[in-house]
């Protein structure tokens, strides 16, 4: 290149730089003629702050968060956890002008973000800003109502971004106290760039808030659900309970939370089950854990709805049983009070309760603790109670006339605990060892937790055959429930005819993570879903009408989205955690979506296209494409096309709108949680899930070939060269025999 080229670029380059110096500086004097005074910003957000409390338990407004607008036609940000579910709250602006609250336009729970719809038109709106453009140390404020003094403002700075349980936060150098949660943090321009969600437990000048890039999301793709229905969320269904001296009790299919102190008598409340009691000798039954040791709750009987009752609980590391007869201490007789070595402190605990004519027998972990023959009362409800400031969950409530495998004899606990001792070490093991507890898992599982705080040296062994135990005994429910299905299949012609419910087999592949999911709750939660959108049609309606009916149900009324943020998070895939948190992923939208359609009579298929799933009604024979994950938004077919091959409509094939087929969709929901564990190298998630999958299709010889090397990984060494063992077996063509035998003799060195 000729020098005067050279030059000439050179000088060029000069020129360019000079002019972005230029630029910025520019930049930078126009900030600073824009920032303002603390105390000018304060001035100037003050009437876009609201005050936001709940009501308590005596009808009381209380426990103060903050919250501001977004929007000047009545849309209020705050955190989730300041209004939480089913409890009326009210906002108040600055001047204490109270609003009308008219529903929740749009919440993430992950996020703990809410976004509420007031009744107003003229609010004045904060400006967002962008987390990006506000750089590290730079000066920020705090707009709150710390310990309820209100429209308080502190200043200090952006200490930086950190990642917190998987989302992006803002580290704040700023003092957070309760009351500021749901505040806005600005910039010295006054715009926002998050919102407090947290305080440190580290030091008192450090907190923590969400950036604004996900309450920008949600305001993008909003899930409004009307206040009455928000009232309902979490809230206890009248059919199956009554509370009675508060506090708040709280229900999520079968688990049933419980917090604050009751206004009974030392904090007393109960929780009165509706449902029908059969006849006496019956069994009451319950799972459940204290966050205190030094609180009390566990089961009650013969309620009469107010203060009579016996009780049989928990409370200071022993186990009690007490006569209720009034509402003070003088009107109770503690009939037993004695510590049980069955009991578990700080785990979950089962409490059963057998009641005869003339007697009472009461167990703990299968254990019986007592019997007693007192009988001052003798007929009156079920439930729960608690007592104190405890906060208690409660799991699997069960009352029958006998619960099913809910104790062991003396016997079969000393061949449980016999099969125990002569399980080899873990690198023997082989799947046919685990058949002995595969009958009682869940108390089989209880023995092995009990030898595995006896037995030190076995700990980590005994917790990976306790997880085998269960992994095996949902394997075995989910494959037992699919070959039942199989079978009605192969005997009929009329194959339409026949039908499995996706709904309880999605709950069981859910139930391999997310234990102690009480499957006939959630079903019988849907089933009230169904009845509830019947009773919005009219005789004469048609298959558009009850389509329409169902979305509006779902997605207007309820609230049920796509995940939006952490969308690769397992919970999307868990069928029960849709049906509570009414988040999921395109296929547990789709499922949930199918299964009411069909209970309401529509002609409805699952159509897997790559990357994602849609459904497909069929009206008259012609076919209707919805995406439920999108609000079941109506697709056209070369949307569809769009969608199966990421915007390149070239690349689709016909065989892409197949139907789904019951196996196909089970399996893809397993393999979206193994490809999740295998991105995280969860390898013992992984085996879990594979397990899962051999039970609906042991041929699969990619998914066994995987499984050998996880369980040789993971130290089953013997159940891995039985996988092996099976290839030199069975001899499928499409594998090097050869290889498999040299990795064999590899496993067994």
Known sequence: ????????????????????????????????????????????????????????????????????????????????????????????????????????????????????????????????????????????????????????????????????????????????????????????????????????????????????????????????????????????????????????????????????????????????????????????????????????????????????????????????????????????????????????????????????????????????????????????????????????DFRNFVVAKEIDHSTLSDEAKQRITAAISEVPPIADLKPGSLAPFLDTPQLSRTIVQQETRRLEDKLAELKKLDADIHTNAVAKELGDYFAAYEKRLSETEEKAKVSIDLLKASLIIASVDEEEINIPAYLRQVDRMVKDIQATLAEDCNPADIRNALNRYLYEDNGFHGARFDYYHRANSYMNRLLDDREGLPITLSILYMELGTRLGLDIEGVGIPGHFIVRQLIDGKPVFLDPFDDARILNLDEVKALATNGRPALFQDRFLETASAKTILMRMLNNLLGLAQDEEDKESMLRYLEVLMALDETHVQNRGMRAIIRFETGRKQAAVDDLDYFLDTRPNELDLDQIQRMRDYFNR
């Open 1 to 392: 290149m000729p020098p005067f080229m050279k030059s000439h670029r050179q000088l060029a380059c000069l020129l360019i730089a000079s002019l972005f110096v230029l630029q910025d500086r520019l930049l930078d004097a126009q900030e600073i003629q824009t920032s303002k005074t603390v105390e000018q910003l304060a001035a100037s957000i003050k009437p876009s702050l609201v005050t936001i409390s709940t009501m308590g338990r005596d009808g009381k407004y209380q426990g103060v968060g903050t919250g501001f607008v977004v929007d000047q036609e009545g849309l209020i940000v705050t955190n989730l956890h300041v209004i939480g579910d089913s409890r009326e709250f009210r906002v108040e602006t600055a001047s204490r002008e109270e609003l009308k609250v008219v529903g929740i336009h749009a919440s993430d729970r992950v996020m703990d973000l809410a976004i509420i719809q007031v009744e107003a038109s003229d609010l004045t709106a904060l400006p967002m800003g962008d987390i990006n453009s506000l750089a590290q140390g730079a000066p920020i404020i705090v707009m709150g109502n710390p310990h309820g003094l209100r429209n308080s403002v502190v200043s200090g700075i952006n200490s930086g971004v950190r990642e917190i349980d998987g989302r992006k936060m803002m580290q704040l150098a700023i003092p957070i106290e309760p009351g500021n949660s749901g505040g806005p943090v600005l910039d010295m321009q006054g715009n926002v760039h998050g919102i407090v969600t947290m305080k440190s437990l580290v030091t008192a000048n450090l907190g923590f808030a969400v950036d604004i890039a996900p309450l920008k999301a949600l305001l993008d793709s909003p899930n409004p659900v009307s206040i009455d229905k928000w009232l309902t969320i979490g809230s206890l269904d009248p059919r199956d309970w009554e509370p009675v001296f508060g506090p708040h009790w709280k229900q999520r299919g079968g688990r049933i939370l419980a917090g604050g102190s009751g206004a009974g008598f030392a904090g007393r409340s109960l929780c009165l089950y509706q449902g029908e009691v059969p006849e006496i000798p019956y069994e009451i039954q319950v799972r459940v854990k204290l966050d205190d040791e030094k609180g009390a709750a566990g089961l009650i009987f013969f309620a009469d709805g107010r203060n009579k009752h016996y009780g049989f609980y928990p409370t200071n590391n022993k186990i009690r049983f007490t006569l209720f007869e009034g509402s003070s201490v003088f009107t109770w007789t503690v009939l037993y009070d004695q510590p049980s070595e069955a009991y578990r402190s700080g785990e979950f605990n089962t409490l059963k309760v057998r009641i005869e004519e003339d007697h009472f027998k009461m167990f703990v972990n299968g254990e019986q603790v007592l019997e007693s023959a007192n009988r001052n009362l003798t007929s009156g409800k079920p439930g729960l109670a608690k007592f104190r400031d405890t906060s208690a």
